[in-house]
């Protein structure tokens, strides 16, 4: 799968938003059917570049999620593809319904651009740490859902759904985290990547918990565990083929995520192998609670949603298996 | 393109058809949203044989003027008005709302030819509009955007998201119907949330506001006309109506908003209308 050549030491360090940003000035500079909507928060949603670049296909709306989402239907009923950008918290929280009927009922080409997303906003606290954005989004028909795992491949991911046509939503967040895909790294909607091959359990996971799920990997492996690590960058549709091999493979899935425990990839994939391949699960995350002010890796410590978190849970799982 | 109808009478006697149309649908359905439709027949009339550019033989014709129904409940009207500009055959009229249909009781784009966007959940298509017309604006394009609105729905915070919208890309190319007609589905909406003074409200926000007895086929024609006069401003249409128009027991009662009339009041209801077509028919030109 091409990563970087030692998984522990990364050279570079960047947002997954910071990703987006780059595919949309760069994707914006070949398709002037690009537009790109704001609700307030260019800056902090990297869309600041295109915003000076191309400022006849800008919008800004204000702080208003509602208006984002319906301008934006309208901007791709006339065969643009307007891309709306915002906190995750605020767009799908806060415009599902514009959502649901003015982008995926009318199945117009919007993509919906959530930034922020998780614990690891850190110290904003549990109001801006999307949790359930998963859940919202994949509950509605003709939307893609994607949730890349460093900045790279996210701008790989936001260039993919520009050139799909159709309603998705990417899933990014604000801090920085390790870039450890490389530009020949595959990817392609709806096919998960195995990064890690393994015979005694799989973890699957999605953002920035597939780095940590790795290195939660590497150490397991000293102990004499064989751990597979997938990245599910969509979450909608579920690559079955492979989610299911892995099951067959190890009989223990670990789904790791920056999300509520209901509803997410992790509910997701229990839905996918209770259907065609029943096996058991530790589906973690977030187990219905709200997040909370703190550091971005001290709330991942704290959540266990990272390397060291990943690893307890892992080893809990196959002693209850 | 679409050849225009300017004879009023005949627009008059077009809107008598609608309503007899939409009567038939509803009863046929046993269930929809009567008044608001009926309520807003002479403007659909004058909306489709009048004021729009469009061409029901080639739906996606992208110089068209839009027509975005934020007010999804009364697209039977727009069903009939479609139907009777040419866009599909009237028989299908009476499908609406069954099992396999492409009139769904809310419209749906892409089940029917002439339906620019989804709607049901209020508050959401002047938001759409806004989009197609700074689309429009930006590429100088010369078609126009229609925003048809309820306005009960005017409750929606949305609505005035929008509106703040359309005022700052001084949207010229828009115009907004706001169908006036005083009630929502629990009762006046001066008791339920009051919206006067609604002119002001919409000037203060920016907009050309324009009211007009939603009745009067010319003067709602005029007031299209006036809309596309003023380039700085996004205009709205305050058009005054009665709630079942013509039909004498649905006028101005709420309770209309959301049943069906069943066989005998539709057949009332046909009666009264066909009464009213003949005396359209007596009119001087």
Known sequence: MNLIEDIHSPKEWKATREGVGRALVEEGGKNEDIWVLSADVTESTRVHEFAEKFPKRFVQVGVAEQNLAGVAAGIASLGKIAVISAYSVFSPGRNWDQIRVAICYNNVNVKIHGSHSGLNVGPDGASHQALEDIAMMRALPNIIVLAPADALEAKKAMVAALRYKGPVYIRTSRDKTPIFTTETTPFEIGKANVYRDGKDVAIIAHGLQVYQSILAAEELAKEGIDVAVIDCHTIKPLDKETIVEYAKKTGLVVTVEEHQVHGGMGSAVAELLSEYWPTRMKIHGVYDTFGESGECWELLKKYKLDATGIMEVVKEAIEKK | ?285
């Not at chain 2, 659909?44 to 996606?60: I, T």
């Not at chain 2, 101005?252 to 003949?278: C, M, N, T």
């Open chain 2, 1 to 285: 393109m679409f050849k225009k109808i300017n004879n009023i009478k005949q627009l008059k006697l077009k809107a008598n058809e609608i309503r007899q149309d939409v009567v038939r649908m509803l009863n046929a359905a046993k269930s929809g949203h009567p008044a608001g439709a009926i309520g807003l027949a002479d403007i659909f009339s004058a909306l489709f044989f009048n004021v729009l550019y469009h061409d029901p033989k080639n739906p996606e014709w992208p110089e068209r003027d839009r027509l975005i129904l934020s007010n999804g409940h009364v697209c039977p009207v727009l069903y009939a008005a479609l139907a009777h500009t040419g866009y599909f055959p009237r028989e299908e009229l009476l499908t609406l709302r069954k099992l396999g249909s492409r009139l769904q009781g809310h419209p749906h784009r892409g089940s029917l030819p002439g339906i620019e966007n989804s709607s049901g959940p209020l508050g959401q298509g002047l938001s759409i509009a806004v989009g197609t017309a700074i689309v429009a604006k930006r590429e100088k394009k010369k078609w126009r955007t229609y925003c048809m609105m309820s306005d009960g729905e005017l409750d929606e915070g949305q609505c005035w998201e929008a509106a703040m919208l359309a005022s700052k890309h001084k949207l010229g190319n828009l115009t907004a119907i706001v169908d006036r007609n005083n009630i929502q589905i629990d009762g006046y909406t001066e008791e339920v949330m009051p919206l006067e003074p609604l002119a002001e409200k919409f000037r203060s926000f920016g907009w050309n506001v324009i009211n007009v007895d939603g009745h009067n086929i010319k003067k709602f024609i005029d007031a299209c006309e006036e809309s596309k006069a003023v380039f700085e401003k996004p205009t709205v249409i305050i058009a005054h109506t009665v709630p079942g128009k013509t039909i004498s027991f649905m006028e101005f009662v709420a309770e209309w908003h959301g049943k069906s009339p069943g066989d005998e009041l539709a057949k009332k209801a046909l009666e009264e209308l066909e009464r009213e077509r003949q005396r359209i028919l007596e009119e001087d030109e």
